[in-house]
């Protein structure tokens, strides 16, 4: 058995070196299909952590109230009744919203200073954080600052729409991003509670009040109680955040691992048809190979051995180009001048399962060729020129 | 146990589909003792290739009785006819039908291989053993496209003697070389009758050939007749006067009475097969008459 496996493969071996140019492009197919799996995998797995930690940072807060038309319009006292609900901890009024600097959109948030550090997990780089009455100045994420290309005690000018004159505000710290996939979503631009309701002008209004709860379990019941107190505005427990965004994740993941498997499948019939071609040049020598005794499984085997070995060889150059394509994508992104951080995690498992693939996909579309060759007849294989 | 081969009323038809019936063998008995070298002649499409496969327990009989070396393979599923092929049987074909991806050494290896009667070591030295049986000691690494045909021939020649079987069966081995090379194959084969008491049965069209073996068995129409059929000498090749003449003009009588049979036939076969049967036997007329003119000539000319 071992022995007919060695033999199968050193016949591989040279019938795929004999057949270069065939090899070559069915060996092509299946990097094509296997780097895909892998740069996408790699990717989608990077997205979903970048979605994670994000999330986490940002919901600092168990709850988000937000207004009903997303607009920066619940009444700031509102907070007060709220806080006396059982269960909650503390609750936290900012204004986000999206401001225009040098005509690229930012979503800022306004927070009270002392407050921000209850749900901003933040690290300082350069200068220092907000203060109270801090309300010309600005904190800004190493990301965003350079972007913008200042760095602290330079000024940068917000307006409420691209080309509007607007308002100044000092940089006087510079923090660390905090995880982010998108300048929509990443929240890495501060400005005080009052400051953002003076530039906004909406004095005692707030777009979202942030809840912190005495107890995480406690959720439901407490969102259930805010949702009959305000029927109106929209209550998001960080749960059904985290199963919407989930929810987006795996479609996301479907889709991809869609167009992976689509191009494993190109790769897939470029096997077949590469062993079903060798299989049929081959007949004679099948018949031959029966003759002197082979079974079936000894001409199966010599056959699969080929379409696994063009697998194999396919499958780890499609984990390099793999990787390479991540980096691509990155490149690409980058040059698009997109600020969208895609994190690459070359995890063994991805690579592994790139390889398991591969040879999944050989060993199946290679098994209907060579269990045709297996079943040939040497009588009538022997019997034609 | 003296007879390796025991046919009884073996009869092989193939099935072409839409009721239309080939009688390959036509109930065949034959018994070939051990340690025999045995001749099969006859014309195209008479069934000796049938035969040989039936014996070599590549095909299987419609009906009879098949005993090799004792045992009944009549009715053996296909992988105990596989394993009976590699312990018992060496083939030898025209076209040699080496592998062409492997060298002559790989080559002789593969039925060792399936075998798995002999250790790793033992299988590289008995390869290299039997090629130099052969005289090939100086091809061990050379594939099949980088030697000639009698070359070739005699690597399937060590092939067919891997696993030391108990019969040699050879189908027309001289067919695809010139009459040189193939008289050194036959002297090979009929050498390792003489020395290892090998059993050997060769389809061959070539009478002067057929003569080294101790027996010669006359096929016709899918039957084994006792002799070939009476000559009756024409005029024209009436110059022709030895053993030769007589053997070619037996030849040259079959093909004549195949091809009558084969008009008889003609509705009973497909148009496909009996074009190509048809197509066989005038070759072969063709062929036989080429070599009787020049031996005609080399006699007028002495
Ligand atoms: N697989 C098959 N299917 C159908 N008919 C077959 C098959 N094999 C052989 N035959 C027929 O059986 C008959 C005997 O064929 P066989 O090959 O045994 O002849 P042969 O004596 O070896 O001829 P040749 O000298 O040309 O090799 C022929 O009529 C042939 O057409
Ligand atoms: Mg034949």
């Known amino acids: 058995m071992f022995r007919t496996a060695r033999f199968a493969f050193t016949m591989a071996r040279r019938s795929i070196t004999r057949r270069k140019f065939r090899s070559a492009l069915t060996i092509l197919g299946i990097i094509i299909g296997i780097s895909a799996v892998v740069s996408l995998m790699t990717l989608g797995i990077g997205m979903r952590s970048q979605v994670e930690s994000t999330l986490n940072e940002m919901l600092g807060a168990g709850i988000i109230i937000n207004s009903g038309t997303y607009g920066i319009d619940i009444p700031e006292h509102v907070q007060s009744y709220i806080s006396q609900v059982p269960g909650v901890n503390k609750s936290i009024p900012i204004v986000m919203s999206m401001v225009y600097i040098s005509n690229k959109p930012y979503t800022v948030v306004g927070i009270d200073p002392v407050q921000a550090s209850e749900v901003y997990q933040v690290t300082l780089e350069d200068g220092r954080g907000l203060r109270q009455g801090d309300d010309d100045a600005v904190v800004l994420d190493s990301t965003i600052a350079s972007n913008l290309g200042v760095k602290v005690n330079d000024t940068v000018t917000f307006s409420t729409q691209a080309g509007g004159v607007g308002k100044t505000f000092k940089v006087i710290g510079i923090i660390r991003p905090m995880a982010g996939f998108g300048q929509f979503v990443s929240i890495g631009c501060f400005i005080t509670l009052d400051a953002a309701q003076d530039f906004f002008n909406t004095h005692d209004r707030v777009s979202s009040i942030l809840i912190r709860l005495d107890d995480p379990n406690q959720g439901e019941q407490v969102e259930a109680i805010l949702k009959q107190m305000f029927p109106d505005a929209s209550i998001l427990s960080q749960e059904e955040i985290m199963s919407n965004i989930n929810q987006v994740m795996s479609t996301i993941d479907g889709v991809l691992l869609g167009l992976a498997s689509i191009s494993l499948m190109v790769g ?111 009588v009538e294989a022997l019997r034609y020129e | 146990m003296s007879n390796v081969v025991e046919l009884r009323d073996v009869v092989k038809t193939y099935d072409l589909g839409d009721n239309i019936k080939v009688d390959a063998l036509r109930g065949i008995n034959l018994t070939i003792k051990r340690g025999e070298f045995v001749s099969i002649m006859g014309p195209s499409g008479c069934g000796k290739t049938t035969l040989l496969n039936i014996i070599g327990g590549l095909d299987s009989p419609t009906d009879g009785q098949v005993i090799i070396d004792g045992i009944d393979i009549t009715h053996m599923s296909e992988g105990e006819l596989a394993r009976i092929r590699r312990e018992k049987i060496g083939f030898i074909f025209q076209t040699f039908n080496l592998v062409p991806l492997l060298t002559a050494l790989e080559n002789v290896q593969i039925p060792m291989i399936f075998a798995g009667r002999f250790s790793n070591s033992e299988i590289k030295e008995r390869a290299i053993e039997l090629l130099r049986l052969v005289g090939l000691e100086h091809r061990l690494h050379h594939r099949p496209t980088q030697m000639s045909g009698g070359e070739q021939q005699r690597v399937a020649i060590a092939r067919a003697l891997a696993n030391e079987p108990s019969i040699i069966l050879a189908d027309e081995p001289t067919g695809n070389v010139d009459r040189e090379t193939g008289w050194k194959i036959i002297r090979l084969i009929k050498g390792l009758n003489e020395t290892l008491g090998q059993t050997c049965i060769m389809v061959t069209h070539d009478p002067t050939i057929a003569q080294i073996s101790e027996r010669i068995i006359y096929m016709l129409d899918g039957q084994i007749i006792p002799e070939p059929p009476k000559l009756t000498i024409n005029p024209s090749s009436s110059m022709l ?38 197509l066989g036997y005038e070759k072969q007329l063709e062929r036989l008459k080429k070599v009787v003119q020049e031996e005609y000539e080399k006699r007028r000319s002495k």
């Not at chain 1, 048809?273 to 081959?282: A, L």
């Not at chain 1, 499958?315 to 394509?325: A, D, R, S, T």
């Not at chain 1, 063994?348 to 050989?362: F, M």
């Open chain 1, 268 to 378: 897939a019939l470029g096997i077949m048809n590469t062993i079903m071609m060798s299989v049929h040049e081959r007949r004679r020598e099948i018949g031959m190979l029966k003759a002197v005794g082979g079974e079936r499984w000894h001409v199966l085997i010599i056959f699969l051995s080929e379409a696994l070995l063009i697998s194999l060889i396919g499958g780890v150059f499609g984990c390099i180009f793999g990787l390479g394509g991540v980096y691509l994508i990155q490149w690409f992104v980058k040059t698009l001048g997109l600020n969208i951080i895609v994190p690459l995690l070359i995890s063994p498992q991805i690579l592994a399962l790139g390889l398991i693939a591969a040879l999944a996909v050989g060993s199946i579309a290679g098994f209907y060729p060579s269990w045709k060759a297996a079943n040939v007849r040497p």
């Open chain 2, 241 to 278: 006067a030895d053993e030769r003449r007589q053997m070619l003009l037996a030849e040259l009588k079959w093909l004549e009475a195949s091809i009558k049979g084969l008009e008889v036939r003609k509705n009973r076969l497909n148009q496909e097969s009996y074009a190509q049967v048809k």
